[in-house]
């Protein structure tokens, strides 16, 4: 299958999306077969030299097609489980040879380290593994396999996993299988570990400097995950220090590594846990440090979309260093955002084919497990998957909980397209989730519009709307019946069933492939409308063509309703004529 350079197009012939379905439903079939079988040990040495060769072949792949996506991948979303919502200290330990096939190993957690490099693709990334006993065994992250911009698999060696999943892969090979971030947990390397007994004052001051020297040092090579890695450590150290003061240093620069991560939750707590409050008016260092922290307080607020908060923290800043204009003028947004990553998915429980933002859904979890007071607004969101018993809990002792599969049908029947009003994604133009947008209903009559001013979503009323009448804006703009109800049943799993609706379903099928003609018809004249040089010539067609498609309309039956074939001509012809 292959994509369009900047468009959203992606051509799949039905003989392609027959082999990727059947690959899905058969390989979920044999799994399902396997349930409990025991574990076939791996031969150490071939298994780390085929993942050594894969990771070379897949580097060497990334270096000659470069950022150019050519291809689109092909994403299997299998049967949903919730992920682990017990903290580590509470699972019991197993090893790798208490793996059973196809199985969720529920109260278990297994540690692991790397055994070999990593292979990285673009919607998952495998190793090789070993625990402590020497076993081999092959591990996989799938989709959300990325942490403060780095591979997890690639950013440390040592890992435990909760209730680990051991799987077949889509190519049939067995693995363990990461679906949900929060299942895994990275071990920082020796170096890195917070100290296990109580150090001298003398050896946690050498320590934390050393560390602090470190994170400073990585903030200005751009490395903001390794600096808020040694930060962490560093505070390890300095609360074992009669005074506050380099732990204060270290949360102020922390809030700025998190800023640049994303962790705007993180942010503000560090920045407010810098604050000195001075008591002396006269304190100006002390008072040029808190401006410092309300700044980094308020950016981070900004960023969550608390605006009020975020004001309240400028206003501070700006008590404690009057005229500072500029730092009020100059609130990052830090968000990072992602490319607009689509691939081909398979759900399992419908069996339908589907051009997901998979990119979008990496994002959003990403961006929730990053500042997990946002992910209640997130998951409250209407999904087909409602999370089992795991669906209210969102944090754990181990850190917070993402559930991807809710992550992912949130996504399939909230998510917009930025920039187009057909609810697809405008042409390269990705997609986001609003979730207060996302509390709108669907009606091909609608009372409103969403519009974009950038990333921001504007429902804009486009009649009078009275007093607790619902808002409704149209998910799918297509004129013609067949088409609108296709892409509301697969994209957002219904049958509209609006006034509109109704009539056109009860069409006369000469009438209706009449209007479907008349469509591809006005289609065509609207994608080359714009490039044509006799302005009256076309001006004339348009309105041939309005009027010929009018005529599909009986006047009785559709009083009142909107005649949706001819739209996009009308506004054309609006456009046109206007001075
Ligand atoms: C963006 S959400 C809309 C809000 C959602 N109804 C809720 O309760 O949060 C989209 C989902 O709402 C439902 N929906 C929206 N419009 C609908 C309509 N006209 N008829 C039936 N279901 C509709 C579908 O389940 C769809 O997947």
């Given at each position: 299958m292959a994509s369009e350079p900047d468009s959203s197009t992606i051509y799949l012939t039905e003989k392609e999306a027959e082999r990727i379905r059947s690959t899905v439903l058969d390989n979920t079939k044999k799994r399902s077969g396997l349930t409990g079988h025991a574990r076939n040990p791996r031969e150490a040495k071939d298994a780390i030299g085929q993942a050594t060769g894969a990771a070379l072949m897949a580097d060497m792949g990334s270096m000659t097609m470069g950022n150019a996506q050519e291809s689109v991948p092909a994403l299997a979303v299998g049967e949903p489980y919730p992920p682990c919502i017990i903290s580590l200290s509470e699972l019991q330990p197993m090893k790798l040879c208490d793996l059973r096939m196809e199985t969720h190993h529920r109260g278990r957690q297994l540690r692991i380290k790397r055994a070999s490099p990593v292979v990285t693709l673009s919607t998952r990334s495998w190793t090789m593994v070993q625990d402590d006993a020497g076993e081999t065994e092959r591990l996989e992250m799938v989709l959300h396999k990325i942490q403060h911009?780095?591979?997890?698999?690639?950013?440390?060696?040592?890992?435990?996993?909760?209730?680990?999943?051991?799987?077949?892969?889509?190519?049939?090979?067995?693995?363990?299988?990461?679906?949900?971030?929060?299942?895994?947990?990275?071990?920082?390397?020796?170096?890195?570990?917070?100290?296990t007994q109580t150090?001298?004052?003398?050896?946690?001051?050498?320590?934390?400097?050393?560390?602090?020297?470190?994170?400073?040092t990585a903030l200005t090579k751009n490395n903001p995950a390794l600096a808020h890695t040694h930060y962490t450590t560093s505070l390890a150290f300095a609360t074992h220090l009669p005074t506050p003061d380099l732990a204060r240093d270290l949360h102020r620069n922390r809030a700025h590594a998190n800023l640049l991560l994303g962790q705007h939750d993180a942010a503000q707590r560090d920045a407010l846990?810098?604050?000195?409050?001075?008591?002396?008016?006269?304190?100006?260092?002390?008072?040029?440090?808190d401006a410092k922290c309300y700044f980094r307080a308020g950016a981070a607020a900004y960023a969550l979309g608390r605006f009020g908060e975020a004001q309240g923290f400028f206003e501070k800043q700006l008590a404690l260093m009057p005229g500072d204009k500029v730092a009020v003028a100059n609130v990052a947004r830090c968000e990072k955002r992602e490319g607009a990553l689509t691939a081909v998915t398979c759900d399992v429980r419908d069996e339908r084919i589907r051009v997901a933002p998979v990119g979008l859904r990496r994002a959003v979890v990403e961006r929730l497990m990053a500042n997990p007071s946002l992910i209640g607004d997130v998951m409250g969101s209407y999904g087909d998957w409602d999370g089992g018993d795991g669906r209210d809990v969102h944090e754990t002792g181990d850190g917070p909980v993402v559930d991807v599969f809710r992550a992912h049908d949130i996504i399939?029947?909230?998510?917009?397209g930025v920039g187009g009003k057909d609810g697809q994604g405008g042409k390269g133009g990705g997609a986001g989730l609003w979730p207060r947008a996302a509390l709108i209903n669907h009606s091909c009559i609608p009372n409103s519009e969403r519009e974009f001013i950038g990333d921001l979503m504007v429902v804009r009323a486009t009649k009078n709307i009275a007093k607790g009448e619902e808002i409704v804006h149209r998910y799918d703009e297509s004129g013609v019946y067949e088409a609108r109800q296709g892409a509301l049943m697969t994209t957002w799993g219904f049958e509209c069933s609006?006034?509109?609706?109704?009539?056109?379903?009860?069409?006369?099928?000469?009438?209706?492939?009449?209007?479907?003609?008349?469509?591809?018809?006005a289609d065509l004249f609207l994608k080359s409308a714009g490039s044509s040089a006799n302005k009256k010539m076309a001006t004339t067609r348009a309105r041939r063509l309005v009027k010929a498609l009018d005529e599909t309309y009986d006047e009785k039956k559709y009083?009142?309703?909107?005649?949706?074939?001819?739209?996009?001509?009308?506004?054309?012809?609006?456009?046109?004529?206007?001075i």
């Open positions: 911009g780095k591979e997890v698999l690639e950013a440390s060696s040592h890992f435990t996993i909760k209730e680990p999943y051991f799987t077949l892969t889509e190519e049939g090979e067995p693995t363990l299988r990461i679906d949900h971030p929060s299942d895994v947990i990275s071990h920082p390397d020796a170096d890195l570990q917070p100290p150090p001298t004052p003398e050896q946690a001051e050498k320590r934390a400097l050393a560390h602090k020297q470190k994170g400073n846990a810098a604050l000195i409050n001075p008591t002396a008016e006269d304190d100006v260092r002390s008072r040029e440090l399939s029947r909230n998510a917009f609006c006034a509109l609706c109704v009539v056109e379903k009860g069409e006369d099928p000469m009438v209706q492939e009449k209007r479907r003609t008349l469509t591809k018809e009083r009142g309703l909107p005649r949706l074939a001819k739209r996009g001509v009308e506004q054309w012809l609006s456009s046109s004529t206007r």
